[in-house]
């Protein structure tokens, strides 16, 4: 082999390092995109009125998932509801369980505040979106 097929044969093996490096490293980025782990992409918050179900649901003093909607609702009084997006603010995951008053983003751990939204663990740094919500005729209505 000449010293010119062998240094053109060295640029090629380069060149698919790099191409299998950069492939690997767009991987890793879409481990933590927004599509994943049922977060899909869609918006945070709902853009029209979402019907959860029955307001009793949700716990005085507690708060209650609605992974399928992305919404997590507390109740710290009888009648007064608060809600949040339940899509974690950090990489869009959803999150998957309320625990002790935290909600759970089972991606990469970010934990909030169910009744104020505002992270407690990261990664994440931005609260969770708050989203109006009301009883009407003993069912939440959310958006």
């Known amino acids: ?44 918050v709902p853009a029209e009125p979402v019907e959860l179900g029955a307001a009793a649901e949700v716990p005085v003093g507690g708060a209650k998932l609605y992974r399928e909607k992305k919404l997590i609702v507390s109740c710290q009084e009888a009648g007064q509801y608060k809600a949040f997006s339940a899509q974690c603010t950090h990489a869009g995951c959803v999150l998957d369980k309320i625990v002790k008053g935290e909600g759970n983003c089972p991606c990469h751990g970010s934990r909030f505040d169910v009744t104020t939204g505002k992270v407690l663990q990261g990664p994440a740094t931005d609260p969770l979106p708050e989203v109006p919500v009301r009883a009407e005729g003993g069912k939440l209505i959310a958006g």
Do not use: D, Y
Not at 28 to 36: G, K, M, Q, V
């Open 1 to 44: 082999m000449s010293a010119s097929q062998s240094a053109a044969r060295r640029t090629v093996l380069k060149g698919a390092a790099a191409l299998a490096g950069a492939v690997g490293a767009g991987a890793a980025l879409t481990a933590c995109s927004t599509e994943s782990k049922s977060g899909n992409g869609g918006p945070a």
